[in-house]
């Protein structure tokens, strides 16, 4: 399944038939990040906050092969360990797909991706290193890197956990701010 199929397979699942029926899928484009910017455009305007999180929860690159195996070995090696042992020990994956990670108080999770380049922080999605220079990308879009953080976690945290909010972006802070996702844990 494309990324794209993935897409509008989980707008499908998240959003009512009657707001479905609103989007222009944007099948006719032939360049895939032109398709999908419009598509996310179109969940800007058509879907509540929750809705749109839903969606882009269930999106992310990187979700199979090496980075994927690396969580789950993690995973299976640490399963005893309680959840803050398992933060604390995130060092140790062998891949770049190790966001770091912060239990908070009230039992969410915030997970930190990016790192600085010149003084400034910079988007650390290949997708979006693609897009056209003058491209708008919404905070939205975002998502797909929570979604990301969230499926590869999940492996190696042994929990589920639900895109509670995104919190900031690289690109929408032009650089000022580095990306934040909050996750709800369902222990």
């Known amino acids: ?46 879907l509540t906050e929750e809705q749109r999180l839903a969606v882009m929860e269930n999106q992310g690159c990187c979700l199979t092969g090496k980075p994927a195996a690396a969580h789950r070995a ?3 090696k640490y399963a005893e360990k309680s959840l803050e042992e398992k933060i604390a020990l995130l060092d140790e994956l062998e891949t770049p797909h190790k966001p770091p990670c912060r239990l908070n108080e009230d039992g969410t999770l915030s997970v930190f991706w990016g790192f600085k380049q010149d003084g400034r922080f910079v988007c650390g999605c290949g997708s979006c290193k693609k897009a056209p220079k ?36 690289a690109i929408a802070s032009e650089g000022e701010k580095q990306c934040e996702f909050l996750y709800e844990v369902e222990r």
């Open 74 to 76: 993690f995973g299976q």
């Open 134 to 169: 003058q491209a708008a990308i919404s905070q939205t879009y975002c998502g797909c890197g929570g979604g990301h953080a969230r499926q590869l976690l999940q492996k190696s945290l042994g929990i589920k956990l639900k895109l509670k909010k995104i919190v900031s972006s």
């Open 1 to 46: 399944m494309t990324k794209h199929e993935r897409l509008i397979q989980s707008i499908r699942q998240n959003a009512p038939a009657e707001v479905v029926e609103k989007f222009d899928f944007c099948e006719s484009e032939t360049d895939w990040m032109r398709q999908r910017l419009s598509v996310i455009a179109q969940m800007d305007q058509l």
